[in-house]
T-cell receptor
Framework: GENVEQHPSTLSVQEGDSAVIKCTYSDSASNYFPWYKQELGKRPQLIID?????GEKKDQRIAVTLNKTAKHFSLHITETQPEDSAVYFCAASKYDYKLSFGAGTTVTVRA | DGGITQSPKYLFRKEGQNVTLSCEQNLNHDAMYWYRQDPGQGLRLIYYSQIVNDFQKGDIAEGYSVSREKKESFPLTVTSAQKNPTAFYLCASTPRGGNEQYFGPGTRLTVT
């Protein structure tokens, strides 16, 4: 099955700086790559996603890039704020409905 | 936080007992999923169901069972065969043709 690796496992940034989380996947047939944010004690929520026919997607301060050749995709958060502190999960899927998740990255934004 | 609900929020059981976790959705979504979340391991898929009366094993189905008798409901039973049942369990659903998985608030199960 699909194997998704996510790095780093923890990330501490100064407020206002950028944060980058990277994921690699094993199955070249995967075509859907969502990112979820999980705040402490809450449920995961989708923040952005990208399909394999697109190389980059941006939504305000967050962006995702995809390199199909290298089989990796990244989440970029610019101008980080304290409310960005959370656990972020990447995922990959071939059929949209069955996701394989990375292990998660705990992001801490220092004020 | 309506739409997809899980109960109870916290559940405590003695080793050797089966326990059933509830998941209900009023979003009219076709597909439903159960994940297990352990520290440092992300979300792992236990079972999923795309339509009523049909479900498939995920990556870690051993020691678990499910049913999908109604579109709105997808209960998960953690059996005594599950060796390490203590975990945070998340239910999710997606609409037909949709991509985003909507998660419930989760149930934290502790087995001693």
């Amino acid at each position: 099955g699909e194997n998704v690796e996510q790095h780093p496992s923890t990330l501490s940034v100064q407020e206002g700086d950028s944060a980058v989380i990277k994921c690699t996947y094993s199955d070249s047939a995967s075509n859907y790559f969502p990112w979820y944010k999980q705040e402490l004690g809450k449920r995961p929520q989708l923040i952005i996603d990208i399909r394999s026919n697109v190389g980059e997607k941006k939504d305000q301060r967050i962006a995702v890039t995809l390199n199909k050749t290298a089989k990796h995709f990244s989440l970029h958060i610019t101008e980080t704020q304290p409310e960005d502190s959370a656990v972020y999960f990447c995922a990959a899927s071939k059929y949209d409905y069955k996701l394989s998740f990375g292990a998660g990255t705990t992001v801490t934004v220092r004020a | 936080d309506g739409g997809i609900t899980q109960s109870p929020k916290y559940l405590f059981r003695k080793e050797g007992q089966n326990v059933t976790l509830s998941c209900e959705q009023n979003l009219n979504h076709d597909a439903m999923y159960w994940y297990r979340q352990d520290p440092g391991q992300g979300l792992r898929l236990i079972y999923y169901s795309q339509i009523v009366n049909d479900f498939q094993k995920g990556d870690i189905a051993e020691g678990y069972s499910v049913s999908r008798e109604k579109k709105e409901s997808f209960p998960l039973t953690v059996t005594s065969a599950q060796k390490n049942p203590t975990a945070f369990y998340l239910c999710a659903s997606t609409p037909r043709g949709g991509n985003e998985q909507y998660f419930g608030p989760g149930t934290r199960l502790t087995v001693t």
